[in-house]
């Protein structure tokens, strides 16, 4: 005799709700259509569902999209790396309050400890006398974990071995690992660890089609990214020996085709009334466009450099362009607004720097290589130039990489390669492999705790700013002025002073302007 079972998965979705919606419609058709056969269905989800992208997950820091994961009636789901690693371990505890299935991460503990609340390491399905044992880890993510929260996630090997080894103890005859740690990661635990059966996969965005099969039978499937697909695994069990006789991978290709869930797209509404109470707010009026450059200085560039500036109190501020995500339109500014300008999280950092490092900073800035390259932790943005506060750079993009700045100016003065700065920046731009510094010339880093850019801007705004931005007319600076944010309840704070040293900037700025071609070198910067 033997028994049919059935897993149906989804991975990385990254917040493409409407392809949820488009999944569960696929899901209770095949459900339905091998339940008839009297196969065994389980559903599960291998991490990384929401996305900082999405509205009601950016106002909530993904609160509200427990909604959505409640409608989609897992099993279980793998914890991934979309709130923890996004928002903090706070928002984490609340989301997994709110989820109504159990949530796996046999690794996501401090060292010895057990994982953290609303987090189980290990569960078992019963089915007569069939027991399904499912563990579950998530990506350690280069150590990002003990860094942002303060978690030593054990080692991967031996944290999946000691699973196995407790599930085969509390007797399940299979076992299923269901991952968020990536393709590579789980080949490599699979070599070490001998009594896995079965690895669900997520993480890597990788697509198996038919699946991979070891040499041992194992089958690992994974089903792409961005609810693109519905995984699907069949396997059925022969009921004396308690081992998998047969396996089968496939894929359902999801679009626009399909018909949305009814039941997800309530969820949907439910998400974004609540995370609406939040964004209807009333944050402040501009009288002027903030407007998004990537390659050149801009209104919003301008002023969240001014506000991280502020914020640390320093002279000299840093940041990328690319985490700024739209520009907002002159008139009333309400919360949704900021969390669509700028739904990235951030550190406000500080370092001291010397001036060398500085110039170094904002040539590599100027490279295309970099500042037009697309990461994915940008969600559709390019890294961009640095926007800067405090800082005026005369450029020219005509030159050879490396040596297209003139000149650099720190308050009016110009830049001292020897003398030590306290320079404002976000951790974006101290990650080596894509950020503007190098490793080697941080004197000094102190991190602050981990802030989305529209609450920190917010709070910024509730205090007292000016907006300072040039209107612009076919990319050059034709008019110079400060525009008043006017709050509710709040009173204006006129800081002249501070100012000044932007009008500075537009003065230089207008200097590059009828210095070079600017029909021939667009992506001009002078900050």
Same mark, same amino acid.
């Given at each position: 005799?033997?028994?049919?079972?059935?897993?149906?998965?989804?991975?990385d979705?990254?917040?493409?709700?409407?392809?949820?919606?488009?999944?569960?419609t696929?899901?209770?058709?095949e459900?339905?259509k091998?339940?008839k056969e009297?196969?065994?269905?389980?559903?599960?989800?291998?991490?990384?569902?929401?996305?900082?992208s999405?509205?009601?997950?950016?106002?909530?820091?993904c609160r509200?999209?427990?909604?959505?994961?409640?409608?989609?009636?897992?099993?279980?789901?793998?914890?991934?790396?979309?709130?923890?690693?996004?928002?903090?371990?706070?928002?984490?505890?609340?989301?997994?309050?709110?989820?109504e299935?159990?949530?796996?991460?046999a690794?996501f503990?401090?060292?010895e400890n057990?994982?953290?609340?609303?987090?189980t390491?290990?569960?078992?399905?019963?089915?007569?006398?069939v027991?399904i044992?499912?563990?579950?880890?998530?990506?350690?993510?280069?150590?990002?974990?003990?860094?942002?929260?303060?978690?030593?996630?054990p080692e991967?090997?031996s944290?999946a071995?000691?699973?196995v080894?407790?599930?085969?103890?509390?007797?399940?005859?299979i076992?299923?690992?269901?991952?968020?740690?990536?393709?590579?990661?789980e080949?490599?635990i699979?070599?070490?660890?001998?009594?896995?059966?079965?690895i669900?996969?997520?993480?890597?965005?990788?697509s198996?089609?038919a699946?991979?099969?070891?040499?041992?039978?194992v089958?690992?499937?994974?089903?792409?990214?961005?609810?693109?697909?519905?995984?699907?695994?069949?396997?059925s069990?022969?009921?004396?020996?308690?081992q998998i006789?047969s396996?089968?991978?496939?894929?359902?290709p999801?679009?626009?085709?399909?018909?949305?869930?009814?039941e997800?797209?309530l969820a949907i509404?439910?998400?974004?009334e609540e995370?609406?109470?939040?964004?209807?707010?009333?944050?402040g009026?501009?009288?002027?466009?903030?407007?998004?450059?990537?390659w050149?200085?801009?209104?919003?560039?301008n002023?969240?450099?001014?506000?991280?500036s /502020?914020?640390?109190?320093?002279?000299?501020?840093? *940041?990328? +362009?690319?985490?700024? =995500? &739209?520009?907002?339109? !002159?008139g009333?500014?309400?919360?949704?607004?900021?969390?669509?300008?700028c739904f990235?999280?951030?550190?406000?950092?500080v370092?001291?720097?010397?001036?060398?490092a500085?110039?170094?900073?904002?040539?590599?800035?100027l490279?295309?290589?970099?500042?037009?390259?697309?990461?994915?932790?940008l /969600?559709?943005?390019?890294?961009g130039?640095?926007? *800067?506060? +405090?800082?005026?750079v =005369? &450029?020219?993009?005509s !030159?050879?990489?490396?040596k297209?700045?003139?000149?650099?100016?720190?308050?009016?003065?110009?830049?001292?390669?020897?003398?030590?700065?306290?320079?404002?920046?976000?951790?974006w731009k101290?990650?080596?492999?894509?950020g503007?510094?190098?490793k080697?010339?941080i004197?000094?880093?102190?991190?602050?705790?981990?802030?989305?850019?529209?609450?920190?801007?917010?709070?910024?705004?509730?205090?007292?700013?000016n907006?300072?931005?040039?209107?612009r007319?076919?990319?050059?600076?034709?008019?110079?002025g400060?525009a008043?944010?006017?709050?509710?309840n709040?009173?204006?704070?006129?800081?002249?002073n501070?100012?000044?040293?932007?009008?500075?900037?537009f003065q230089?700025?207008?200097?590059?302007?009828?210095?070079?071609?600017?029909?021939?070198?667009?992506?001009?910067v002078?900050?």
């Open positions: 005799m033997k028994r049919d079972f059935t897993v149906f998965f989804t991975a979705i990254h917040g493409r709700d409407r392809a949820s919606a488009r999944i569960f696929i899901y209770k058709r459900r339905e091998a339940e009297g196969r065994t269905c389980l559903f599960f989800d291998s991490g990384d569902s929401a996305d900082r999405l509205d009601y997950c950016g106002l909530t820091k509200a999209y427990t909604h959505v994961l409640n409608a989609m009636t897992y099993d279980a789901q793998t914890v991934g790396n979309d709130i923890g690693l996004v928002y903090g371990l706070p928002p984490l505890l609340e989301s997994l309050k709110r989820i299935y159990p949530v796996l991460g690794n503990r401090d060292g057990p994982p953290i609340p609303g987090i390491e290990r569960l078992i399905f019963t089915y007569g006398r027991k044992g499912v563990f579950g880890m998530t990506n350690r993510w280069n150590n990002a974990y003990e860094r942002v929260m303060g978690l030593r996630f991967e090997v944290c071995a000691e699973q080894r407790r599930l085969k103890e509390e007797g399940a005859q076992v299923i690992f269901l991952s968020h740690m990536g393709i590579a990661e080949i490599e699979l070599f070490e660890t001998q009594e896995i059966d079965l669900i996969g997520g993480h890597s965005h990788t198996t089609p699946g991979l099969l070891n040499n041992r039978g089958l690992i499937h994974h089903c792409g990214q961005y609810g693109e697909n519905l995984g699907r695994v069949d396997f069990i022969d009921d004396e020996t308690g006789i396996r089968e991978a496939r894929l359902y999801v679009d626009e085709t399909i018909e949305e869930a009814p997800i797209l509404q439910s998400a974004r995370a609406d109470i939040i964004g209807k707010k009333h944050l009026i501009t009288p002027v466009d903030l407007d998004l450059d990537y050149n200085q801009c209104a919003l560039g002023f969240a450099a001014d506000a991280l /502020r914020f640390t109190k320093t002279d000299l501020a840093i *940041v990328a +362009g690319g985490n700024l =995500t &739209a520009p907002i339109k !002159r009333e500014i309400k919360m949704r607004d900021l969390s669509r300008a990235s999280t951030v550190n406000p950092c370092s001291t720097m010397t001036g060398q500085i110039s170094v900073t904002l040539e590599r800035g490279d295309e290589d970099l500042n037009r390259y697309y990461h994915h932790g /969600r559709g943005a390019p890294i130039i640095p926007q *800067v506060s +405090g800082i005026s =005369t &450029a020219d993009l !030159r050879i990489k490396g297209r700045i003139a000149q650099i100016e720190v308050n009016g003065e110009p830049l001292d390669k020897d003398k030590k700065y306290r320079v404002a920046h976000t951790i101290a990650i080596n492999s894509w503007t510094f190098r080697r010339i004197v000094w880093r102190k991190s602050e705790r981990k802030f989305l850019w529209w609450m920190f801007l917010s709070a910024i705004w509730k205090v007292h700013l907006l300072t931005g040039p209107k007319i076919g990319g050059t600076s034709s008019e110079r400060v008043t944010l006017f709050l509710i709040q009173l204006c704070y006129p800081l002249q501070f100012y000044r040293r932007r009008y500075e900037q230089v700025f207008q200097t590059f302007v009828y210095t070079h071609n600017i029909a021939r070198h667009r992506n001009y002078c900050m």
